[in-house]
């Protein structure tokens, strides 16, 4: 019967390095979910109800910080969970704080009786006058609370319909898009975050892909 072979200085240095290996892997894990809990997110936009300042098929990248620190200003861009829907992110413009007067004449924003105009890239696409949503108010924002609208005026369901956003729902401040992909026709099946991903998995497999170089690293304002 052999003698058993004893472990040399390069079996021991190989099994050390897979350890090494795998402790480096769940450290990064580690170190990345504790980013994403504390500090930053990535998140999508599936819908049309901040064009033409976010597009569908943006990604962006949004900051947990500041707003620990200090409520929103009026003007933000803002990322925040749903009032009425948990588990669903929303992105809007603050445009209202707590104990702000907001009201909406013939589609006109006006804050405290002062006229707010549209973003740069925001927009009206529905020459209709609906009422609930083109007259809306007077409304005073409760205490601990913005108002937020979407910049695409005639198309966003937001505090018009559901009411103000609680400080505590606020989730983050979008900083930069990191990716954008032009979804097309494809944007009309996107329902929830599942559909956004299969789209875009489906268009990056796809040659040339649509994505929008331009707009890589653009900062959100």
């Not at 504390?38 to 597009?55: K, N, R, W, Y």
């Not at 809007?92 to 006229?115: F, H, M, S, W």
Request: net charge positive; hydrophobic share 40%.
């Amino acid at each position: 019967m052999a003698p058993k072979r004893k472990k040399t200085t390069n079996d021991l240095t190989h099994a050390q390095k897979k350890l090494v290996g795998y402790m480096s892997f769940f450290l990064a894990i580690l170190i990345a979910l504790i980013l994403r809990a504390t500090v930053i997110q990535a998140f999508t936009i599936p819908s049309g109800s901040m064009e033409d300042t976010l597009l569908i098929g943006d990604f962006l990248i949004g900051e947990k910080i500041t707003y620990r620190f200090r409520p929103p200003h009026r003007g933000e861009v803002i990322i925040f969970e749903h009032p009425k829907v948990k588990g669903r992110d929303l992105i809007k413009r603050c445009v209202a704080l707590p104990g702000d007067i907001v009201e909406v004449r013939d589609k006109v924003l006006y804050v405290n009786g002062k006229r707010v105009p549209l973003p740069p890239k925001g927009k009206h696409i529905d020459p209709r006058f609906i009422d609930r949503r083109d007259n809306f108010g007077p409304y005073k924002v409760p205490p601990n609370c913005v108002f937020a609208m979407g910049d695409n005026r005639d198309n966003s369901e937001d505090s018009r319909f559901w009411g103000p956003v609680p400080f505590d729902k606020i989730k983050a401040r979008p900083v930069f898009v990191y990716l954008s992909v032009d979804f097309g026709s494809e944007a009309r099946t996107i329902q929830k975050s599942l559909d956004i991903y299969r789209v875009l998995l489906k268009k990056l497999l796809h040659f040339p892909t649509a994505i929008r170089w331009k707009r890589i690293g653009l900062i959100v304002h």
